[in-house]
């Protein structure tokens, strides 16, 4: 016998070799067909005890060349497979020179037997390596004899630990299938048979190509599907342009009723692999990026897909006059109209699969589930998941699910961006109202109406400002900042004006993000009832609110910026003249030399212009058409204890709604 001393350490030795039972028999399959192996037997013997007895592997490979022995088993991370990318015409799979050592993973003694083709008399050779995993670290060889066998090699594992005999479960067979599908199915010829069973992708999964992925730094990639008719781990595969898997991740795409797997194919994961750079911990950014492309590309797939499965039932429902839309021309439905009902599709096929008891309810309950969803789909896509949680009594198991898929539907953003801008267009038509009605504009408060109103609305003013605080002192709002900007202060002093009163702020919008590190922005909004029109003394009050904050010590001066704004329906003539000066923007009154403080005035119809410009793109494409009534009644809902009576009472057209319940009744004797 002959020795092999290897070289590598025996720590070294024992992380190579440590994998799952799996991928250990999967490298050594590898092996076999990147020696060009057209029939490769896998064989599980079991022991009778629920365990592993041995594994073998046979295959009708070229063999391993006794020549070559020393190189291929002593030198540990050096590979033939290196200095060529294909043999037998087919792309090889292993590079590292450490797949052998993987079917140590799975018992601690292995034997090759090989049958070999010289290369020099054209005989055919035969003889055996032996490998123990020990302290020596040495594999053995006899010499070779010549023989009149076919070429190939036969592995045979023994001594195999317990837990490998998982091997041994019904899974095996379908888990070998998913690792083999895209190489079998480019060279169809190859038999694969694993305890018996061959492999038949073509059987049990159908590849779809989906898309071109971007190219990124020179490189290209594709993204394929496969579907399979049996459950597998959703994963997405990292391969070479060969469809060689040289990675996984998780697939983190929901798609009920379907079992897949992503394949993502390039070239450029065999150069990281190759570098040893393809790591499950840490992805390169181009490979991060391009999972998560191939991950929108697979949603898509399968929203389409589920469409299409959602159609039929649809169409069920439909005939049965449950369906809580209404049946409209496909032309004639807004994007915003197909989202919800995109949404509800899926939504009521899963309550339907979640309820067994739904098919059992009669028409009247099943109609009356449905309108429920819709209608909280349409006004509040949260609100469906208290529904399904409290109102449809789903297990808990389904609950999770459900409020996933929702979470997760992106199709909801659309609807929820929808009922934003029509809330929003509504409110505007909705305060115009209040503010320019010859009744309402002169009853209506500021300070308790509507400030009040304005508090929940603040993006009317800038959609980049959030409400920060409101009825504050100024002393207040310089303690509140302060703290914003980490500054301690002893001074408890009390902030005033220049007539020497107290300032109170009435409505203060602080900037959400910062302009630069360490430095802040913020509004200040001094409203004024609708019969108080903009004067030059309303004027000189936001400029002395500004210069008291300005002028205070404990604020840095430089880097804390103020924009104060005086707001009402009208402007006098005299303020008008001052806001409107040449050189200067339409509304600015004051401007500190350093820019630290600017005060401007606007008349309502200016705010409401600019708010309702910023809508107008999107609305265009959402199609919304608000209303007085619409409007009056998302005041109602969101604010009705801040309108004037008088905005309650009977409308023109004599429809009146009722303001504690939001229901419209029509009185044809009024």
């Known amino acids: 016998m002959n020795n092999i001393p290897i070289n590598a350490k025996q720590d070294f030795l024992q992380r190579v070799s440590s994998t799952t039972s799996i991928n250990a028999v999967a490298e050594l399959?590898?092996?076999?067909?990147?020696?060009?192996?057209?029939?490769?037997?896998?064989?599980?013997?079991?022991?009778?005890?629920?365990?592993?007895?041995?594994?073998?592997?046979?295959?009708?490979?070229?063999?391993?060349?006794?020549?070559?022995?020393?190189?291929?088993?002593?030198?540990?991370?050096?590979?033939?497979?290196?200095?060529?990318?294909?043999?037998?015409?087919?792309?090889?799979?292993?590079?590292?020179?450490?797949?052998?050592?993987?079917?140590?993973?799975?018992?601690?003694?292995?034997?090759?037997?090989?049958?070999?083709?010289?290369?020099?008399?054209?005989?055919?050779?035969?003889?055996?390596?032996?490998?123990?995993?020990?302290?020596?670290?040495?594999?053995?060889?006899?010499?070779?004899?010549?023989?009149?066998?076919?070429?190939?090699?036969?592995?045979?594992?023994?001594?195999?630990?317990?837990?490998?005999?998982?091997?041994?479960?019904?899974?095996?067979?379908?888990?070998?299938?998913?690792?083999?599908?895209?190489?079998?199915?480019?060279?169809?010829?190859?038999?694969?048979?694993?305890?018996?069973?061959?492999?038949?992708?073509?059987?049990?999964?159908?590849?779809?190509?989906?898309?071109?992925?971007?190219?990124?730094?020179?490189?290209?990639?594709?993204?394929?599907?496969?579907?399979?008719?049996?459950?597998?781990?959703?994963?997405?595969?990292?391969?070479?342009?060969?469809?060689?898997?040289?990675?996984?991740?998780?697939?983190?795409?929901?798609?009920?009723?379907?079992?897949?797997?992503?394949?993502?194919?390039?070239?450029?994961?065999?150069?990281?692999?190759?570098?040893?750079?393809?790591?499950?911990?840490?992805?390169?950014?181009?490979?991060q990026a391009w999972i998560d492309e191939a991950r929108e590309v697979a949603k898509g797939y399968f929203r389409k897909k589920r469409a299409e499965e959602l159609s039929g039932i649809v169409q069920r429902w439909k005939e049965e006059q449950i369906y809580p839309f209404e049946d409209k021309d496909p032309k004639d439905i807004t994007s915003v109209e197909l989202a919800e009902r995109q949404v509800f599709d899926i939504i009521g096929v899963n309550v339907q699969d979640f309820l067994p008891e739904f098919d059992k309810l009669d028409s009247a309950n099943r109609k009356f589930t449905f309108r429920l969803l819709a209608q909280a789909l349409k006004n509040n896509p949260e609100s469906l998941q208290t529904i399904l949680t409290e109102v449809l009594k789903l297990k808990p198991e389904d609950q999770k699910e459900l409020a996933d898929l929702l979470h997760k539907t992106e199709l909801t953003n659309i609807i929820k961006c929808a009922k934003t801008v029509a809330d929003r267009l509504d409110f505007l038509v909705g305060l115009e109202n209040l503010l320019f009605d010859k009744e309402t504009k002169k009853t209506l408060l500021e300070r308790d109406q509507l400030h009040k109103i304005l508090e929940n609305e603040a993006w009317i003013f800038d959609e980049n400002f959030t409400l920060a605080a409101s009825e504050a002192t100024l002393n207040e709002v310089l303690n509140l900042h302060l703290d914003k900007l980490g500054k301690m202060c002893d001074d408890d002093s009390t902030v005033t004006r220049e007539d020497g009163q107290e300032g109170r702020v009435d409505l203060l919008l602080g900037l959400a993000t910062r302009p630069r590190h360490d430095e802040l922005d913020h509004l200040v909004v001094e409203l004024k009832r609708p019969s108080q029109k903009i004067t030059t003394e309303v004027?000189?009050?936001?400029?002395?609110?500004?210069?008291?904050?300005?002028?205070?010590?404990?604020?840095?001066?430089?880097?804390?910026?103020?924009?104060?704004?005086?707001?009402?329906?009208?402007?006098?003539?005299?303020?008008?003249?001052?806001?409107?000066?040449?050189?200067?923007?339409?509304?600015?009154?004051?401007?500190?030399?350093?820019?630290?403080?600017?005060?401007?005035?606007?008349?309502?119809?200016?705010?409401?212009?600019?708010?309702?410009?910023?809508?107008?793109?999107?609305?265009?494409?959402?199609?919304?058409?608000?209303?007085?009534?619409?409007?009056?009644?998302?005041?109602?809902?969101?604010?009705?204890?801040?309108?004037?009576?008088?905005?309650?009472?009977?409308?023109?057209?004599?429809?009146?709604?009722?303001?504690?319940?939001?229901?419209?009744?029509?009185?044809?004797?009024?």
């Open 29 to 287: 399959i590898w092996n076999s067909l990147d020696a060009g192996a057209n029939k490769i037997d896998v064989i599980f013997d079991d022991n009778g005890i629920g365990g592993l007895d041995r594994v073998t592997i046979v295959d009708d490979g070229c063999g391993i060349d006794v020549d070559k022995v020393q190189s291929l088993f002593g030198n540990l991370g050096d590979s033939w497979k290196k200095h060529t990318e294909r043999f037998n015409n087919r792309p090889l799979h292993g590079q590292k020179g450490e797949g052998r050592f993987k079917a140590f993973a799975i018992g601690s003694c292995v034997t090759w037997e090989s049958v070999y083709k010289n290369s020099q008399d054209g005989k055919h050779y035969k003889f055996t390596i032996k490998g123990y995993i020990d302290g020596k670290s040495i594999f053995t060889y006899d010499a070779p004899k010549e023989c009149d066998a076919l070429t190939g090699t036969k592995v045979t594992i023994t001594s195999i630990a317990k837990a490998h005999g998982s091997l041994l479960n019904d899974e095996t067979h379908n888990t070998f299938t998913k690792i083999f599908a895209s190489y079998l199915r480019r060279f169809p010829s190859i038999n694969l048979i694993i305890d018996g069973s061959r492999i038949c992708p073509d059987n049990h999964c159908t590849i779809v190509k989906l898309a071109e992925l971007t190219e990124r730094n020179g490189h290209s990639a594709t993204v394929e599907v496969v579907e399979w008719d049996m459950k597998i781990d959703r994963q997405i595969q990292l391969c070479d342009a060969a469809g060689i898997e040289l990675q996984t991740t998780e697939a983190n795409v929901r798609a009920k009723g379907f079992n897949f797997t992503i394949v993502i194919k390039s070239n450029y994961f065999r150069e990281l692999d190759q570098q040893n750079l393809l790591s499950l911990d840490n992805f390169d950014s181009n490979t």
């Open 539 to 670: 004027l000189d009050q936001a400029r002395s609110y500004a210069l008291a904050i300005a002028g205070d010590p404990r604020f840095d001066k430089a880097k804390t910026h103020w924009k104060v704004i005086a707001v009402s329906n009208e402007m006098n003539e005299e303020a008008e003249e001052c806001v409107n000066q040449a050189n200067h923007p339409v509304g600015l009154y004051h401007k500190s030399k350093n820019g630290n403080i600017e005060v401007w005035a606007f008349t309502w119809t200016q705010i409401l212009s600019a708010a309702r410009a910023k809508l107008e793109f999107l609305n265009k494409n959402l199609c919304y058409d608000a209303d007085r009534e619409s409007a009056k009644k998302y005041l109602l809902d969101k604010h009705e204890k801040y309108i004037p009576t008088v905005a309650k009472e009977t409308t023109a057209d004599n429809t009146e709604i009722n303001s504690n319940s939001g229901e419209v009744k029509n009185d044809p004797d009024r």
